[in-house]
């Protein structure tokens, strides 16, 4: 630890902090590694005012104690509501939830986002004294809010029914495989240079459908989801690469249809998000370190990529 710290400044992020937390009662103890690491926090900042994302990202040194504490302070319920409503959707795409429908999996979608804009129209209303006018606003904005939401998950919900069912035993990831029919033999022996774009163009030759599809427009790097006027910033052409190498089957998360899986193959994808704000990544998960490479040389970034072997691990 001491060679380390004295090298790189390591740095955590706050899916750092949402694993540590979900330790319980061993979340002590990797704070107090982190604090032998004098490691720094590594936040990606918001825009002032709209905290929409933005593509750079800021590191501070503050203890890692205090930085846990604020982390927890800033949880909300009706936000993490929301998120796990959202990861229900993904998980079923990779064979979770398999008694769940397309119904129930928007209704609680609906719910949770719902519950969220009534908890900021609330907030508002609360410091409507100190802020004149702003409950007004926010009551505006809710009916927007909601309607362009229920517009937006309406064709959702209608176009999957139409082409799927009611859901209960559906796995996208099966699917698709399916359709492209390429296996470990194919895709885990492509080797450098060009891994992302040999993987591309072996799925246009399996899918009719891909064949005049770029792999940036299969993952809409002009328009970003949230914000439709932009393309994606980098550290989130990581998070879509990595994604979409997952999906095709390249050095795969395995059993993601179990839940515990799912969930660390998802804070994997997001620490491969962040590695584009870092020098140097060392990681012992050989599947993460094929992805991650794959997704960091497609886009011309620097950021070195290093497997560590443990011995007797």
């Known amino acids: ?7 790189f400044h390591v740095v955590y992020s706050d899916e750092t902090l949402k694993e540590i937390k979900r330790s319980g009662e061993n979340a002590f103890k990797f704070i107090e590694i982190l604090k032998k690491l004098e490691a720094y926090h590594v936040r990606i900042n918001v825009e002032a005012g709209s905290f929409l994302i933005k593509g750079d990202a800021t590191v501070n040194s503050t203890g890692v104690e205090y930085v846990y504490q604020d982390y927890l302070d800033r949880e909300r319920a009706e936000e993490d509501d929301v998120v796990a409503a959202g990861n229900k959707w993904l998980h079923k795409f ?5 008694n769940l429908d397309f119904a129930s999996l ?14 900021i ?28 939401f229920e517009r ?9 029914q139409e082409d799927i069912g009611d859901g ?7 699917d698709f495989r399916g359709s492209i029919q390429l296996g470990p033999v194919e895709l885990n022996n492509i080797e450098s240079p060009d891994v992302v774009k040999k993987i591309w163009e072996l799925v246009q030759k399996k899918e009719e459908h891909f064949k005049n599809i770029s792999v ?3 993952l809409s790097f002009k328009q970003a989801a949230a914000q439709p006027e932009r393309a994606l910033h980098t550290h989130e052409k990581i998070h879509a690469i990595y994604n979409m190498l997952n999906m095709v089957g390249y050095f795969p998360d395995t059993k993601q249809h179990n839940e515990r899986r799912f969930v660390s193959a998802q804070s994997d994808a997001i620490h491969a998000s962040m590695a584009g704000f870092c020098q140097v990544v060392v990681s012992r998960d050989e599947r993460f370190v094929k992805k991650l490479s794959a997704a960091l040389e497609y886009l011309n970034l620097n950021t070195q990529v ?4 443990t011995q007797n691990a």
């Open 1 to 7: 630890m001491d060679e380390l710290s004295s090298k």
């Open 94 to 98: 990779f064979g979770g939830q398999p």
């Open 106 to 119: 928007y209704g609680e979608q609906r719910a949770t986002f719902s519950a969220l804009v009534e908890k």
């Open 121 to 148: 129209e609330s907030l508002g209303a609360e410091t409507d004294d100190e802020v004149p006018g702003l409950a007004e606003v926010l009551r505006a904005k809710k009916t927007e809010l909601l309607a362009d």
């Open 152 to 160: 937006s998950i309406s064709e959702i919900e209608s176009r999957m």
């Open 168 to 174: 209960v035993d559906w796995s996208g990831v099966s």
């Open 216 to 218: 940036e427009q299969f």
């Open 306 to 309: 290093f497997f560590v072997k």
